[in-house]
């Protein structure tokens, strides 16, 4: 047995202290953080690889189950089923909201046509005395009105300059209000109606989401759309674009450059703001209209904005920023549900019924879908044929 002296046992100590922190040299508990982590690469990896034919299969089973495309053939049958449909929808109004013809002009492009525009004419459209998407090129499927005009941002007040000397040619006898909007707004026409109708139309009326930034009375947000009536669709066009110089015919800020124009000829804004203080247009969606602006678009309103319930009349009439989903969505859930007791008695049909719930045979098409997948379904579909 080897016996070691003071000074060769310092020196072997020493060796093991310098030899463990060593950047080269890792502790026992350094290699099981390094294996977790490599497995759990690893198993993500896999998920990614492996798994994905299987998310990708499932996706496509929802894909070929068409949810979306039986959103829009119910409502669309629900509408040829009752031929009364609209009529009922407006058998409250005071007579003169029920009789005003109103003509809606969406702006829109082609990339949006299948998607945007079609939910459009599909939903809240319908209840347009006409409707009419603005393009450059026709379309098969939906009302086109063709202005020739160069795609892009930096061309929409020659879109909507164009689009109201069109109107006002074709349209200026046949139509009470002219409501313009982008294709990611949704109008509860029902409240656009009973607001309109508090307005003479011998009177120039110029009506939307008043922004005060630029001019003295301000001007209305494009995106949460507005409504001019017959006479201040008639002055924008003799007495603004008729006269050289007087008003901007191009540029990229219609709202700003059209609410000039009607500042310049004297056609006033009128408020929309309810007896309670409330906004009824909502230009930047209804999360920020609910939750609060932190936003640089505070500064574009021309009074505070009031958070939660305060937020909104519940005679509101549009919101902005909606998309082709949350148009089929709104639409179910203001036109196709009922509160039992305040919307319908329902004493013309049995609701429900005190049977025993039997769970049915399993179809042979039926699809089992767990939450990942739906969540994922709903995130990426995004196309409405």
């Known amino acids: 047995m080897a016996i070691l002296t003071c000074n060769e046992y310092s020196r072997l100590k020493s060796s093991r202290m310098i030899q463990f922190k ?69 058998s409250y109004l005071e007579e003169k909201a029920k009789n005003l013809k109103i003509l809606c002009y969406t702006m829109t492009i082609m990339a949006n046509i299948k998607t945007k525009a079609v939910a459009v004419n599909n939903t809240w459209g319908t209840r347009c005395t006409k409707l009419v998407f603005i393009t450059p090129e026709p379309s098969s499927s939906l009302h086109t009105l063709q202005v020739d005009v160069q795609e892009g941002r930096s061309h929409l007040t020659d879109k909507t300059v164009k689009t109201l000397k069109v109107l006002y040619r074709t349209y200026k006898n046949d ?48 995106g949460a759309g507005y409504a001019i009536n017959r006479r201040a669709l008639e ?77 909104c009349s519940e005679f509101t009439v549009s919101y902005h920023y909606v998309t082709p989903e949350e148009m089929y969505l709104i639409e179910f859930l203001l036109y196709h549900t009922q509160i039992y007791g305040r919307h319908s008695t329902a004493k013309d049909k049995e609701i429900f019924t005190d049977k025993e719930a039997v769970i049915a045979d399993k179809a042979p098409n039926e699809v089992l879908l767990t939450p990942r997948y739906i969540w994922h379904y709903l995130y990426r579909y995004s196309v409405f044929e």
Request: hydrophobic content about 35%; some cysteine.
């Open 22 to 90: 060593s950047p080269f040299r890792t502790s026992s508990r350094s290699t099981v953080y390094w294996i977790v982590a490599v497995s759990f690469l690893v198993v993500i990896m896999y998920y990614c690889v492996f798994k994905h034919k299987d998310n990708t299969k499932e996706l496509e089973m929802l894909d070929a189950y068409g949810f979306l495309e039986n959103v829009k053939n119910f409502l669309l049958k629900t509408k040829q089923r009752d031929k009364q449909y609209l009529a009922n929808e407006k």
């Open 175 to 222: 139509f009470d209000w002219f409501y313009k909007c982008d294709d990611d707004v949704f109008i509860v026409m029902e409240n656009l109606r009973h607001l309109l109708a508090k307005h003479e139309s011998r009177v120039p009326v110029y009506i939307g989401h008043q922004f005060r930034v630029r001019t003295k009375q301000g001007y209305l947000s494009g």
């Open 235 to 311: 002055m924008i066009n003799a007495e603004g674009f008729d006269v050289p110089g007087r008003c901007d015919v191009s540029g990229k800020d219609e709202d700003l450059d059209i609410g000039r124009c009607f500042a310049k000829i004297g056609v006033k804004i009128y408020s929309t703001v309810d007896t309670q203080g409330r906004q009824s247009f909502h230009p930047f969606g209804f999360q920020r209209a609910f939750y609060g602006h932190e936003g640089g678009e505070v500064y574009y309103v021309s009074r505070p904005y009031e958070t939660g319930p305060g937020c």
